[in-house]
């Protein structure tokens, strides 16, 4: 069974009832579209390396040549912004992939079977989602090492209890359904049943939960390099851009902390606002 | 003439949202007198509920009265029912008696709560108001019932205090929306008897909603046959389902189960006879056991010859079910043996089984249509898939080909196989159910009361079709059922259980002209009476 028979699962998207639903998040689906459009086109349309410093033009404030201003070594605060933005979302999208991957299959399988496996997965999820989860990437950056795939990879980890979590129980919901019982009367293999008939009818609630995550996951990256953690010192990175800036709030350079700190948010805002849209969407209560 | 105690004339009401406009009811006009029954009577859709709740003041947000009056002891309360009215004037008894109580609440505060709210009462003014209702609805250990929790009572009891609210604040009207539905035919009978005399002790009204004509006949004074929000037919039960006007109604009266219905082939029985020495089930002292030691089936024996209809009857927990999934593998049983073609099955465990040969012979239908099928499936792939996972596959266009034919031979369209269950009815989720189980062409079909959910006349076609499909595939059927009149249509033997173990065997003729246990015949007295005349 290939990807997109897969996908032909899932009824045809209706985009015009989606934006006159859900206007908020339509509004925030073509805000993250935007986002995600320049960060792609970013080595393109960027009027500045974002690298290349440039000292006599340092601490700029925003004008006709550099619309965010400049930071303390010169650099364009703008083409720095889509440089970050190229970093921060493949790292937000790259630990959140990883997570549900691993996450909804151990989910599905515990939640499928039962048992003790099950009954010990439940113990370990609990015991990983009683650390502050801050706290344990801080931990595990600091012992990993300061790089942005470990940055990844703590960002992951401290995200696939969740996911085992959602995919345990949505699964557990439905081992029992008629249609699954009926799919076992007709022949179906245990591992199809849960590929072909569990995994399409809980995605809808794993998608919601991934695009709220998303949001989180970058918080969380730039929450990490702000600290310092993660990101190697030149490259343009929101939370560490926001954090060089705030040596100079206090001279009232505040472009330096304003522009990164602003797509930040409306990055993160974009992504709640998409995934409680989508929740409401999905939810089979609302649906006509 | 003396004034009605209820009468709604004209009463209109439509469901408005975004961009619909739907008419429910297109003017609905009855009345209620004091003492008196009367019965709603209609399948799903029809506005009967509507109309309970109209009354009530319940209706939802997305719904409004557009014309007509209800008048309540003379008061006109058309959309605006006074709260002093809820529960002291109009009561309301709901469907599910477990959902109408409050979980985490002992019975006593929660019928406390409703004495309360219609009138100051000191200490003991309570404790003598909540003995004198427990006396009321025949409830004896009242102390028990009225220090538990809803979920340590039986559903019986449930529907006993949910009674015991509804009459609490003394109202003149009782609203009954299917008051006994998910409840036993034992338990049914004594809901009823202790409702119908509740209301003529007390001189309400009271109004019947409900799907089952039976019902309506034995405890109705008044009947209404409701149809796409209109009354189509009015009178008394006797003289409406001895001589239905009504062209609907009598379609209804014709598709009601009753001692005497028969199929429409007679002929069938010819098929019925041929019996064979090897039986093609049989099921040897058969134990199912939870973990915590109770015995859902308990030494269960029986054989079904080829070509024969066995139907299991029982109330709900008397382990019909649950012997449905044993035979069908889909649980393991602690003890005995499962034979099929004389070959042992249970020694195959269940997870195992999709891969076993006799996976395809022994086919199920289940109860919840709709839910048992793959929400994101569409009909042609849900009856497609058993053929894909166990084969033989024709190729190409003739897979197409035999799908199609095998819904038609259910009765369901080309066009109707690309729909998704949330698109269909529920008469057509059963045919598709249907059509899935015998595309591999099985040689055991168990059907685990596949028309439950389903209306009269939706019922009678299932039926029909089911005793057509027996006749031209020559399959065998293990019918699990709680409707004996239903059994007695299609099955040539029955077993009846109860609490895991059989109660009685034997042609479906003889239990039911002379039932061999008590239980039985109990069970037989407990039907509601088609037509108050015949006898049973």
């Known amino acids: 069974m290939t990807m997109t028979d897969f996908m032909t699962r ?3 998207p209706d985009i015009g009832r989606f934006v006159r639903r859900q206007p908020v998040a339509a509004l925030a689906f073509a805000g993250l579209s935007a986002i995600v459009l320049l960060a792609l086109l970013a080595p393109l349309i960027s009027p500045y390396d974002p690298l290349a410093s440039d000292v006599p033009h340092a601490l700029l404030p925003p004008d006709r040549l550099h619309w965010f201003g400049t930071d303390e070594l010169g650099r364009d605060v703008f083409s720095r912004i889509l440089a970050a933005a190229r970093l921060d979302l493949s790292i937000a999208v790259s630990a959140v992939a990883i997570s549900l991957v691993a996450g909804v299959t151990v989910g599905c399988f515990c939640g499928y079977q039962g048992g003790w496996l099950d009954r010990v997965t439940g113990r370990i999820v609990d015991v990983l989602t009683a650390f502050p989860l801050f706290v344990m990437a801080m931990a595990l950056v600091a012992v990993l090492g300061n790089s942005i795939a470990n940055l990844i990879y703590a960002t992951a980890i401290i995200n696939f209890p969740f ?3 959602i995919a345990r129980s949505e699964v557990a919901a439905r081992r029992n359904l008629g249609w699954v019982e009926a799919a076992h009367v007709s022949g179906t293999s245990p591992t199809r049943v849960v590929l072909m008939f569990l995994l399409p009818n809980i995605l809808p609630t794993i998608v919601v939960q991934a695009s709220l995550n998303l949001g989180w996951a970058i918080l969380n990256a730039a929450g990490l390099s702000f600290l310092g953690l993660g990101i190697p010192v030149p490259t343009p990175e929101w939370g560490v851009m926001v954090a060089n800036g705030a040596h100079f709030m206090s001279s009232g350079r505040w472009w330096l902390v ?3 700190g602003g797509m930040l948010m409306v990055t993160i805002l974009c992504f709640n606002l998409l995934g409680d849209g989508l929740r409401d969407l999905l939810d089979p209560r609302t649906r006509s | 003439m003396t004034k009605p105690l209820l009468s709604i004339r004209d009463l209109r009401v439509s469901f408005v949202s975004d961009r619909t406009h739907k008419d429910v009811l297109h003017g609905v006009s009855l009345s209620v007198e004091r003492g008196k029954v009367l019965a709603l009577v209609g399948e799903s859709g029809s506005g009967k509920s509507v109309t309970g709740l109209t009354t009530m003041g319940l209706l ?3 719904a409004t009265v557009t014309g007509g009056s209800i008048r309540f002891r003379g008061e006109e309360i058309t959309g605006h029912v006074p709260r002093s009215l809820r529960g002291a004037g109009i009561a309301m008894v709901f469907q599910n008696p477990r959902a109408a109580l409050n979980p985490t609440r002992r019975i006593r505060d929660q019928l406390s709560d409703v004495i309360r709210a219609h009138g100051k ?3 003991a003014g309570l404790q003598a108001r909540l003995t004198e209702l427990m006396h009321q609805v025949s409830i004896t250990d009242a102390t028990r019932c009225l220090n538990a929790y809803p979920h340590q009572l039986s559903g019986g009891l449930c529907q006993r205090i949910v009674i015991a609210m509804a009459v609490a604040c003394s109202p003149d009207l009782i609203i009954a ?35 089952d004509l039976g019902m309506a006949a034995q405890y109705s004074d008044d009947v209404a046959v409701m149809r796409h929000g209109k009354i189509v037919e009015r009178g008394t039960p006797e003289a409406l389902f001895r001589s239905p006007r009504n062209d609907y109604t009598r379609q209804l009266v014709a598709a009601c189960p009753t001692a005497t219905s028969l199929l429409e082939a007679p002929e069938a029985t010819v098929a019925r006879q041929a019996a064979e020495p090897v039986p093609l089930l049989e099921v040897r002292s058969m134990v199912k056991e939870y973990q915590n030691g109770f015995r859902a089936v308990d030494d269960v024996s029986f054989v079904i010859r080829p070509g024969e209809c066995l139907g299991l009857i029982g109330e ?8 449905s999934r044993l035979v069908s593998r889909l649980v393991d049983p602690e003890g005995g043996e499962i034979l099929f073609n004389g070959t042992p099955i249970s020694t195959i465990p269940a997870e195992a089984f999709y891969r076993a040969s006799q996976r395809r012979q022994i086919q199920f239908v289940f109860q919840d249509a709709a839910g048992s099928l793959n929400p994101r499936y569409t009909a042609y792939r849900s009856i497609v898939d058993p ?3 166990m084969g033989p596959v024709p190729d190409g266009e003739a897979l197409r080909a035999l799908v199609v034919r095998t819904a038609c031979s259910v009765g369901l369209s080309e066009e109707m196989l690309e729909r998704y269950p949330h698109q269909m009815s529920g008469g057509q989720c059963a045919r598709v159910g249907i059509a899935r189980a015998i595309i591999v062409s099985p040689d055991l079909l168990i059907l685990d009361e596949p028309t439950a959910a389903l209306d009269v006349l939706v019922q009678a076609e299932v039926l029909a079709l089911l005793e057509r499909l027996r006749r031209e595939r020559g399959m065998s059927y293990l019918f699990v059922s709680h409707d004996l009149h239903v059994v007695r249509m299609l099955c040539d033997r029955a077993i009846i259980l109860r609490r895991g173990r059989i109660v009685e065997a034997g042609r479906c003729d003889d239990i039911f002209r002379a039932p061999q246990s008590d239980y039985t015949a109990s069970l037989l007295e407990a039907i509601p009476h088609f037509s108050p005349g015949a006898s049973v």
Not at chain 2, 316 to 323: A, H, L, N, R, V
């Open chain 1, 258 to 260: 304003v522009f990164p």
């Open chain 2, 177 to 211: 929306d299917e008051p006994t539905t998910g409840l036993d035919v034992l338990t049914q009978k004594a809901a009823m008897d202790l409702l119908l005399r509740l209301t003529r002790e007390r001189d309400m009204g009271m109004i019947l909603v409900t799907h």
């Open chain 2, 316 to 323: 709900s927990g008397s382990g019909k079910s649950t012997i």
């Open chain 2, 60 to 62: 939802p947000r997305q």
């Open chain 2, 121 to 123: 009462v000191d200490r």
């Open chain 1, 10 to 12: 899932f009824r045809r």
């Open chain 2, 387 to 389: 053929l894909l996972r």
């Open chain 1, 163 to 165: 996911y085992i979590r």
